[in-house]
């Protein structure tokens, strides 16, 4: 079985500050790792993801995240977050057998 | 391209009221899946289609919950009777096929409230 755990429910923070969501995750397996974001009313949308090489993935709207096998972790970042990153993020995993499993999601909040 | 097509984006029902939502998935796409998503929880997963076949409804409620993809291309999900926690978003996303990597293409979700 895996599991994604977001270790913050809710962050906010100011224009142009720095930020980092956390995600850890559990599996016996070998994983695929991904963020979508969710702006209110809407779907969810790819940010990033790590499917194998280097750690450091970039993605969509200035947004990256380090995957760190020895931690199990998949945090995102942002050097300086826009008022328009308002939304709720997730953290994903899918195996080979084809099971994503979500995050609860972290609330970020950009204030101004 | 076009993205994920879901119908109605509201819906707002009497509780024992049947419900059906409809997804078309982005084209070509083989694998579709169904899930649910409660107020400030993840989407968890209710069905997953390959083609036409279900392969993974462990999670579907079957004594209230259907769902089909006849063709292979949309599917229908339906709550009957509903009941009031039932009351979520469904979201419908697709994938290319077997050998891809998990990336879900979503559409913007079905909002069910039950009264």
């Known amino acids: 079985a895996q599991s994604v755990t977001q270790l913050d429910s809710q962050v906010p923070v100011f224009e142009e500050a720095p930020v980092e969501l956390r995600c850890n995750y559990s599996?016996?397996?070998?994983?695929?790792l991904f963020w979508y974001v969710q702006y209110p009313n809407q779907g969810l949308q790819l940010l990033l993801k790590?499917?194998?090489?280097?750690?450091l993935v970039k993605g969509i709207n200035g947004f990256e995240a380090e995957f760190n096998k020895s931690q199990t972790s998949f945090h995102l970042r942002k050097p300086s977050v826009h008022i328009s990153d308002t939304a709720e993020y997730f953290c994903?995993?899918?195996?080979?057998?084809?099971?994503?499993?979500f995050g609860d999601g972290t609330t970020l909040t950009v204030k101004p | 391209e076009a993205g994920v097509v879901q119908s109605p984006r509201y819906k707002i029902i009497e509780k024992k009221q049947p419900v059906a939502f409809w997804c078309n998935p982005i084209?070509?796409?083989?694998?579709l899946y169904w899930y649910l998503q409660n107020l400030g929880q993840g989407p968890e997963l209710l069905i997953r289609?390959?083609?036409?076949?279900?392969?993974?409804d462990s999670q579907l409620p079957k004594d209230r919950f259907s769902a089909e993809r006849l063709k292979g291309v949309d599917s229908t999900l339906k709550i009957q009777p509903a009941e009031l926690g039932d009351s979520a978003v469904y979201l419908c996303?697709?994938?290319?096929?077997?050998?891809?990597?998990?990336?879900?293409?979503f559409g913007e979700g079905s909002r069910l409230t039950v009264l």
């Open positions: 994903a995993l899918n195996t080979n057998a084809g099971k994503s499993t």
């Open positions: 790590y499917l194998s090489g280097s750690t």
């Open positions: 996303a697709s994938s290319p096929g077997l050998a891809n990597t998990g990336e879900l293409f």
């Open positions: 084209s070509g796409h083989n694998t």
């Open positions: 599996s016996s397996v070998s994983v695929y």
């Open positions: 289609y390959e083609n036409e076949e279900a392969v993974d």
